[in-house]
Each structure stands twice: as C-alpha cells, then as structure tokens.
C-alpha cells in the first residue's frame, strides 16, 4: 500500500514565523501535491511538482513556497504565516503517468495565532 | 475554469438503503474523474477512477458511472452500512493539466442504525 506521511497531525504557530510542513511517500511517485482544505471552499491546489527540483504553481500559491530536493519528500513553506493561512493541509502523491489515482496523508492542522 | 458541484451537500439514510451521490463538472475535456472518500480529520481515501473512455467502475459495494458529454458522475452504494458514514469527493482531472484535478466540496453521508 502507498503511505504518504506527514510530519505533524496538529501544529499551532505564530503570525509572521516561518513554517516548515513536511512530506513523504515510499512509493517512488513522480508527482506531488499540496492542498489546502477549507469549509466551504473544498480542496485547492497550492503547488505540485513532477519531478525532484521541478515545481508548479497551483491555484494559491501566493504566500507558500515549496522544496523538493529527493524524490520521496516534498516541503511546504509559509515564509511568513498569517491568520488566513490557519487551515487543513493535505499532501497528495501519484505516479507520473496518466489515470493514477492521488494517494493522500492524514493532513496536517495548522492554526495561525 | 473547471467547476465541480456535488449535489446533495449532506444525506442521512438508514442502513441497507441504496443510495446515489452527484457530481457534474462545466468542462467535459478530461482524462479521467477520480471519487474519494474522507472521514472526519482524515486525509482522502481514493475509491474508483473512471477513465474519459470508461463508462463505469466497479469496486465492491461502489459502481460509479461517467457521461463526459453531459459533465455528469454518479457514485452509487448498494446495501449501506454505518461504516460508509464519511464525505464523498468527486475530482475529473482536466486534459492538459497533467495530473491536476479540480475537487467538489463533497456529500457528507450519515448511514444510520
């Protein structure tokens, strides 16, 4: 079975702190994802990227920036939180080939103060 | 911009009722539609993928059919059970965005004893 793990299930910081969410699957898939989760809104994309040091924009990247320096991991960084970015946060991987289903973490609960 | 609308947003339903979740999309260019299901704080679970050539897969108690021209899905569950009690998402994955998919905001399903 695909894992797809993140590192933190719940995680409170502080307006203006750089925050680190990390990101690892053991399945060898070329593609990775990270959303965002929202009542209301439904999942969206932030960034993905297709291969190690390859990265996308998604439909919000403004205020995230992301790193993948090995196949397995992929990090999201909020270089300076602010209350808006108080969300559920979901990493998501597939291979890299058409018709693959997103495997997805457990996400992580990220609260803004 | 692709759109996802999943109708009904909530369902309550006694056990061993078969039931028939939603999904229309405005844009029918897609390789596939992808159906997960999330329980409470829990990441996605992928339950079927309906390829753009398909019209129907089935995994167990699941049958989801697609009709591309008409932008609709259906996910179908047969003989209920307290444990299918989650949120339903539907997901088509547009051609050209390369493993990209577009989420609805969900069914939440409640099967009751």
């Known amino acids: 079975d695909v894992k797809v793990t993140q590192s933190s299930r719940y995680l409170v910081k502080r307006t203006g702190e750089k925050v680190f969410l990390e990101c690892v699957q053991d399945?060898?898939?070329?593609?990775m994802f990270w959303y965002r989760q929202d009542p209301g809104l439904g999942l969206r994309l932030i960034y993905f990227?297709?291969?190690?040091?390859?990265?996308e924009k998604g439909d919000i990247p403004e205020g995230y920036s992301v790193s993948r320096e090995k196949k397995e991991r992929f990090s999201l960084i909020l270089e300076s939180a602010s209350t808006n970015q108080t969300s559920m946060y979901l990493c998501a991987s597939s291979q890299g080939f058409s018709n693959q289903p997103q495997h997805f973490g457990d996400g992580t609960r990220l609260s803004i103060l | 911009k692709q759109e996802v609308t999943q109708i009904p947003a909530a369902l309550s339903v006694p056990e061993g009722e078969n039931l028939v979740l939603n999904c229309s999309f405005t844009?029918?260019?897609?390789?596939?539609l992808q159906w997960f299901r999330q329980d409470p704080g829990k990441g996605l679970t992928s339950l079927l993928l309906?390829?753009?050539?398909?019209r129907e897969q089935t995994s167990g108690r699941l049958n989801a059919s697609l009709d591309k021209s008409s932008g609709r899905s259906t996910l179908y569950i047969a003989a209920s059970q307290p444990g299918d009690s989650a949120t339903y998402l539907c997901a088509p994955e547009h051609t050209g965005t390369a493993s990209k998919l577009t989420f609805g905001t969900g069914t939440r399903l409640q099967v009751t004893l």
């Open positions: 844009d029918s260019a897609i390789y596939n």
């Open positions: 990227s297709y291969d190690v040091k390859m990265k």
């Open positions: 309906i390829q753009s050539s398909q």
């Open positions: 399945m060898d898939h070329e593609n």
